[in-house]
């Protein structure tokens, strides 16, 4: 009988926790301003965000922090010309993004989930992965094209792997440096550590339409 009161009691637990994870942000309008930015905040690493009209004006900016999922449901878009979003785990690894978006109207939207560089002696993680991003089209939706930049109806996503252009060179002189400045030693370094120059892993991109 206690066995049992204690699995039930795990099993409720469980299933608070990921309906806590899953919660879904609802905008009905979400609009962005010409340059302006918008970061979507919460305190779990998975957002997950329907928004029935969004509109982004040339130059905007939505971006998510500490998020190593983005799961995106737009009813409407309007997109301006080098248009952004941007999604980061905090921790040099690129978000993993899950867009499924009507697009009325799409200048240019750049969607930046690569991973960063290590940068040994000023940061504490290793060089990122970059994330997966996927993007459905609903029905009806403009279909973008990826070849010309300089076109209407662009997307392009950034999932390259970080440490690619790090300088093993200068990376040991930085943390020479460190070292010898440092008054013990290795205390010079985040957490008396040293990151391996390995690059992370590229990520990928996906085009899907309905249609």
Do not use: W
């Not at 040339?58 to 190593?68: C, Q, V």
């Not at 392009?156 to 252009?165: K, P, T």
Request: net charge positive; with cysteine.
């Amino acid at each position: 009988m206690k066995s049992k009161l204690i699995l039930g009691f795990l099993f409720c637990f469980a299933f608070t926790f990921v309906g806590k994870a899953q919660e879904t942000q609802h905008f009905s309008k979400l609009e962005i301003g010409k340059k302006a930015k918008k970061n979507i905040d919460s305190k779990d690493s998975t957002a997950v965000i329907h928004i029935d009209t969004l509109i982004m004006k040339d130059n905007a900016t939505l971006s998510f922090y500490g998020k190593k999922n983005v799961k995106i449901t737009v009813g409407y878009a309007e997109i301006g010309n080098k248009a952004t979003f941007y999604g980061t785990d905090g921790k040099n690894n690129g978000a993993n993004f899950d867009i499924n978006a009507n697009f009325q109207k799409l200048g240019s939207l750049y969607i930046i989930a690569k991973g960063d560089d290590a940068f040994n002696g000023t940061k504490t993680f290793p060089n990122g992965n970059g994330g997966k991003v996927k993007v459905t089209l609903a029905t009806g939706s403009i279909k973008p094209q990826t070849t010309d930049k300089k076109s209407p109806n662009y997307i392009y996503a950034d999932v390259v792997a970080g440490g690619r252009a790090v300088n093993a060179n200068t990376d040991l002189r930085n943390i020479y440096d460190r070292i010898k400045t440092a008054p013990t030693g290795l205390r010079g370094l985040p957490q008396g550590q040293i990151y391996s120059g390995s690059a992370g892993t590229e990520g990928s991109f996906e085009l899907i339409s309905t249609q």
